[in-house]
């Protein structure tokens, strides 16, 4: 009776825990609401079968319980179970996988209105890509990557030429337009994630990734490294701010182009001032 007893708790807390819990997800700021009903009924379908099975453990312990003079009956096969179990199984693989095949039909079809932008990473900080006034990013290329030339975009690109460059700062975006986040990491893996936003996908050298979103709320959302990337990667953090347009537009005014960040620095004479220039007659 003891473990029948635990087996039974053991249901009990788990659920009293799931639904009393005060750990839970961070409010939601994006459209990939999908990916929370996703994991709810996973969540259910899961704990379903959880307490399905530690339940159907307690009845048989406390049902086939040793008994004087009761002998156990021994049968190696069962058609008939195997068949329910193989039934009952492939319904519960199906139900996990539908919904998210679902969701990653949408998550790779990115709308046609959507806006690229880049976001850099490497050991240990964010850096972020804007297109300009042609609305089109210039390419790049990792060899081209240097002190002058934080992101390796293609000065012979004249696309690239009006990028807004934002190294290592935060990254504003509008409210309610979509985004195409193209991923690229310049060292080791990482993963680009903001929880409320929900969507990520891992950085990978070498190839880019992507992901697309539309921010929902206004407010400034914290960005982690959701891959593990070295003995900084704990502290490798940003921060998006999402914007009314107003706002967005003002701050992208503020913000330095490629252009205007690899224009050679002009360097002159001072003219004397004119009382030295006096003296001086």
């Given amino acids: 009776m003891a473990v029948v007893l635990v087996l039974v708790l053991i249901v009990v807390g788990s659920v009293l825990f799931h639904v009393l819990s005060p750990w839970w997800w961070t409010p939601i700021a994006s459209n990939w609401g999908y990916i929370d009903s996703t994991l709810v009924i996973t969540f259910w379908i899961t704990g379903t079968v959880f307490s399905a099975v530690v339940l159907f453990m307690a009845y048989c312990v406390y049902r086939f319980r040793h008994k004087e003079g009761q002998k156990a ?3 190696p096969e069962s058609r008939k179970l195997e068949s329910w179990l193989t ?4 319904v519960g693989v199906a139900a996990l996988l539908a919904p998210g095949l679902f969701v990653w039909s949408q998550f790779v079809t990115v709308p046609k209105d959507a806006t690229e932008i880049e976001v850099v990473a490497q050991q240990w900080q964010w850096s972020f890509r804007l297109p300009g006034a042609d609305g089109k990013l210039g390419t790049s290329n990792a060899r081209l990557i240097g002190s002058e030339n934080p992101l390796g975009i293609n000065p012979q690109d004249p696309n690239g030429q009006d990028d807004v460059v934002v190294v290592a700062t935060d990254l504003h975006l509008p409210i309610g337009k979509p985004v195409k986040v193209l991923l690229r990491s310049i060292d080791v893996l ?6 409320e936003f ?3 996908m891992d950085m990978v050298p070498g190839t880019v990734t992507y992901f697309w979103f539309t921010p929902t709320k206004t407010g400034s959302f914290e960005v982690l490294c959701a891959e593990l990337c070295g003995v900084g990667h704990a502290f490798m953090r940003g921060v998006v701010k999402v914007d009314t347009q107003e706002d967005y537009l003002a701050w992208l005014k503020q913000q330095s182009t490629f252009a205007q960040m690899s224009a050679p620095a ?5 003219a004397a001032p004119a009382t030295a220039q006096a003296k001086a007659e």
């Fill in 198 to 200: 929900r969507a990520k």
């Fill in 73 to 75: 009956h021994y049968e």
């Fill in 87 to 90: 039934v009952v199984t492939a």
């Fill in 266 to 270: 002009k360097v002159g004479v001072l």
């Fill in 190 to 195: 990482h993963d680009f994630y903001v929880p």
